[in-house]
């Protein structure tokens, strides 16, 4: 698990750490000490904490013109036992929806485990607050979404279909979100 480093392709064009309006801001991160853990498992220092004991995020890449972040998740997200859905909502999630952002891109494929609670508030305090944006989850596993839908959290965000992007890593952040929009402008559209 200590090998496993979020994406940063797009480092160049941004840096939670640097960005005076991120939630991370000012963050310093050592490549040679490893602090955190899941179940006893070092995990790579790079992972923002979240105050949750088994799910980080580190955010790859926010626009505040075109009012979207791309938010990469590691872990387990774990709302029975942790409530997960309320660290990430309150740490982060709420944060950037202060600043103007209503389009989230949550990409979860190194999520390895998921576990619900059919208590939805954060996840529709989240959709509500959003407005005429949308939340997106791309790559989480297949299992993932299936517990997702057992627990509703597809009311709240958006998967599979037309919203994988195989090629993620290879695309600029305005190309994922201009083929996010427009994906997203049909499924949300009038009938």
């Known amino acids: 698990m200590q090998e496993i480093e979020p994406s940063f392709q797009w480092e160049s064009l941004y840096n939670a750490a640097h960005d005076r309006k991120s939630p991370f801001y000012g963050r310093t991160y050592s490549q040679t000490e490893y602090e955190n853990d899941i179940y006893g ?8 904490e979240i105050d ?22 590691f872990g387990e997200w774990n709302d029975t036992l942790h409530n997960d859905i309320m660290l990430l909502k309150r740490q982060v999630i709420d944060h ?10 949550l990409v979860g494929e190194n999520v390895f485990n ?17 407005e005429d944006g949308w939340i ?3 790559h989480f596993a297949e299992f993932v979404e299936q517990e997702w839908a057992k ?24 190309m994922i979100f201009a083929y996010l ?11």
């Open 41 to 48: 498992y070092y995990i790579h220092p790079l992972w923002d």
């Open 52 to 73: 949750s004991e088994t799910l980080y995020c580190k955010i790859l890449f926010t626009d505040y013109y075109q009012q979207y972040s791309i938010i990469e998740l």
């Open 96 to 105: 950037l929806l202060a600043i103007g952002i209503k389009h989230f891109v």
């Open 114 to 130: 998921f576990h619900g609670t059919f208590e939805d508030d954060y996840y529709a305090e989240w959709f509500e607050e959003v």
């Open 136 to 138: 997106v989850g791309l």
């Open 151 to 174: 627990y509703h959290v597809d009311y709240y965000i958006n998967f599979g279909g037309n919203l994988q992007i195989p090629n993620w890593r290879t695309l600029k952040p305005d």
């Open 181 to 191: 929009q427009h994906v997203m402008a049909k499924r949300l559209g009038p009938a």
